[in-house]
T-cell receptor, first 114, second 117 residues
Framework: GNSVTQMEGPVTLSEEAFLTINCTYT??????LFWYVQYPGEGLQLLLK?????DKGSNKGFEATYRKETTSFHLEKGSVQVSDSAVYFC?????????????FGKGTKLTVNP | GAVVSQHPSWVICKSGTSVKIECRSL??????MFWYRQFPKQSLMLMAT?????????EQGVEKDKFLINHASLTLSTLTVTSAHPEDSSFYIC?????????????FGPGTRLTVT
């Protein structure tokens, strides 16, 4: 089946600290991988994605590399800011019944303190 | 651009009543809309996929007679929780896929918190 496992939170960091949120997946076929972010009171927003092995997705200083050999898509940022405080979801997509669907991890809450 | 709204943002209802949640794409037309359910500290679980003008496709284990989905236009989908019970209390999130976007993208609403007493 298809599933996503991401590290349990919450994660609390000081501003300018290095961030890693681990994500591993199980999939049949060759999914695309995504990181979504949910800021307080808002809907999920696509942060970055990678569509094939060894691709690196990047946006707003965040990066994640699609590692097929380790079935991972870890999210990293070199220097976090208070404004990065949010819940981060790792996800993959697959096709079923003629439509494309997303499978999400449980989310990791990040709090960045000044 | 690509904003999705949900209404209401939260609702409290009595057991046995029905509740309707609206999902609107504000600045684009959505061929497909998705409804998710999220329990505390759990991931989003896809409930159903709806295409404009056709019946929704429900995921395994989701009662289609309990969770009625209507996608009457390219900018509006509704989820009605019929005869609600306390176990239906949850966070319901919709997303919309732009029509003819050429790329797979879902834009998410902010969610609706349902509490059934």
């Amino acid at each position: 089946g298809n599933s996503v496992t991401q590290m349990e939170g919450p994660v609390t960091l000081s501003e300018e600290a290095f961030l890693t949120i681990n994500c591993t997946y199980t999939a049949t076929g060759y999914p695309s991988l995504f990181w979504y972010v949910q800021y307080p009171g808002e809907g999920l927003q696509l942060l970055l994605k990678a569509t094939k092995a060894d691709d690196k997705g990047s946006n707003k200083g965040f990066e994640a590399t699609y590692r097929k050999e380790t079935t991972s898509f870890h999210l990293e940022k070199g220097s976090v800011q208070v404004s990065d405080s949010a819940v981060y979801f790792c996800a993959l997509n697959f096709y079923q019944g003629g439509s494309e669907k997303l499978v999400f991890g449980k989310g990791t809450k990040l709090t960045v303190n000044p | 651009g690509a904003v999705v709204s949900q209404h209401p943002s939260w609702v409290i209802c009595k057991s046995g009543t029905s509740v309707k949640i609206e999902c609107r794409s504000l600045d684009f037309q959505a061929t497909t809309m998705f409804w998710y359910r999220q329990f505390p500290k759990q991931s989003l679980m896809l409930m159903a996929t709806s295409n404009e003008g056709s019946k929704a496709t429900y995921e395994q284990g989701v009662e289609k007679d309990k969770f009625l989905i209507n996608h009457a236009s390219l900018t509006l989908s509704t989820l009605t929780v019929t005869s609600a019970h306390p176990e239906d209390s949850s966070f319901y999130i919709c997303s919309a896929e732009p029509r003819d976007s050429g790329l797979y993208e879902q834009y998410f609403g902010p969610g609706t918190r349902l509490t059934v007493t």
